[in-house]
């Protein structure tokens, strides 16, 4: 009800609440959640006897002469009723609930995959729409400031001022403008993604930004924690599960007992009857059947266990390729913020002076501001992929949040 209300009027969120907010909505969590608790049950249920049978019906009935479909007249007909109690052996019992079991730790860890997952996205989102904005405010700024010199022109040009100025002026504008339908589009678009993995129909971020700025560990630790992402750990889990699937398999050819006990009644004239039965497997064929899918069950560890090696070295070099992205788009966002912007910052403090000294004209000024522009946005989406390699990065492994 709390999600209605919020989805309903929308949400200002900090990165934990938008983190928390998308794990409460998330749908897949959800459903992991039901797959565990169903296999939970199963594990449960596998470590109990079958439930036991009750047998009743008639045995010998004539079916001719004199004593047809009469059950009490024929020596040998007999109803009969009986509990029948099928024993399976309490080894082969816990061999299957460790399996199930096996396969609830499998899907805890897949929860974890998802759940880092869906953090990482969020984050990416919640970090590219504060950013996104932040650049849409500064474009305006620089619009709204250009559009005042345009305005002060063309008043200008009324008292007998040249008109050519002001077109060019106007052109200059244009793109300016286009510029910052570019930037509010990103601003909608990233808004659009955090909508859709928090559930709320108008969402806006508040609060501090992380220090994307830096790596959130030294590369040699990150490298550390290769062994505890959760596609690893879930590798891990999956090779335990086909190792108790081999384990089940191996105590197959243990034999099922029954047990009967029954109690018989006769013609009047004849005495009652009881008595009880056993029947037991025999695996006679074991080589060719119990023996055959042990060995398929231990082919699948081998195999589950090769898969957990490549899933380390694959995650090794993910890792490696993401911290390498990570130190490209940081290189780059240094070098626009650095060194790029403060040149246009220079150049458009100049082009002002000669402006006012009355040897540039408003078209080049307008273009120093338009580079101005042009430079800060550029700046933006540098400071947006770095942001999102960040969070690749930060969010491999899941991270507890603060409500």
Known sequence: ????????????LNLDEALTRAEQYSSALSANRHERQALTN??????QLPDPKLEFGVENLPLGGDNAHRLTREDMTMQRIGIQQRY?????RQRKAETFQAQAAVSAADFQTLRARLQRDTAQAW??????????DQARGLLAESERQIAVQ???VAGGGSPASVL??????????NAVSDADRDVTVAQARLMRLTGDAQVDTTGAMPRFERLPAEPQVLMQGVEQHPEVLQARRESEMAQARSAQSAVAAIPDVGVEVYYGKRADRLDDMAGIMFTVDLPLFQSQRQDKDHAADQARVFAANDQLASTVRDHTEQLNVLIAQYQAAQSRWQRQGNDVLPLQQQRLRLTQ??????S????????????????????????????????????????????
């Open 360 to 403: 540039a004209t408003l078209a080049e000024m307008l273009g120093a501001r338009r580079a101005l522009l042009e430079s800060g946005l550029e700046e933006n989406r540098a400071a947006r992929d770095l942001a999102r390699n960040w969070a690749a990065i930060r969010y491999l492994i899941p991270q507890e949040t603060r409500p």
């Open 154 to 156: 063309q008043a200008a």
């Open 353 to 358: 002076a000669q402006y006012r000294a009355g």
């Open 88 to 92: 399976v052996s309490r080894t082969k």
């Open 168 to 177: 060019d002026g106007r052109l200059v504008l244009i793109d300016m403008r």
């Open 1 to 12: 009800m709390l999600l209605t209300s919020a989805s309903t009027f929308g949400a200002e």
């Open 127 to 136: 970090l590219d729409l504060t950013l996104a904005r932040q650049g849409a």
């Open 42 to 47: 199963e594990a449960d249920s596998a470590a």
